[in-house]
């Protein structure tokens, strides 16, 4: 079972149902979860680097509370705020599953098709391409 559950959260409406995905795989296995949320920042060649659209403060304070909502439903629970540069996500998810020593990624998908996802280079897609664990993606 997996004992140790790595979930990426963007808080989209897809997140939060990978977010539900591993409160029960948690609970079933009595397991224990690391939420992670990493705010892109993008570089242009004429400004410099964009600040990402959420503040660090707001951001952390999403990731205390629903780390805070897993603690309350049963669920051992840690929660990560970090900046990444974009198209730089799904490698960080992956470090941060090794660093973890997680048994299971679990994160959200745009409902993209393979084909769409391999085009247009989703972050699922790329995670799920990286990984040397077990990803589930919840549509």
Do not use: N
Not at 4 to 13: F, G, K, P, T
Not at 96 to 119: C, F, N, P, W, Y
Request: hydrophobic share 45%; charged share 25%; glycine share 6%.
């Amino acid at each position: 079972m997996y004992d140790r559950i790595l979930v990426a959260m963007d808080y989209s409406e897809m997140s939060e149902r990978a977010l539900q995905a591993a409160r029960e795989l948690a609970l079933l296995s009595k397991g224990e979860v690391w939420l992670l949320h990493l705010r892109e920042r993008e570089i242009m060649a004429a400004a410099g680097m964009l600040p990402p659209l959420e503040t660090y403060s707001d951001a952390e304070k999403a990731v205390e509370t629903t780390v805070e909502t897993l603690i309350q439903a049963g669920v051992k629970a840690h929660g990560e705020v970090r900046d990444t540069l974009f198209g730089h996500t799904a490698a960080d998810i992956v470090h941060d599953a090794k660093e973890h020593d997680v048994d299971v990624i679990v994160m959200g998908s745009r409902g993209l098709t393979d084909l769409a996802g391999l085009v247009l280079g989703s972050t699922a897609h790329k995670v799920i391409h990286l990984a040397d664990r077990p990803v589930l993606v919840v549509r």
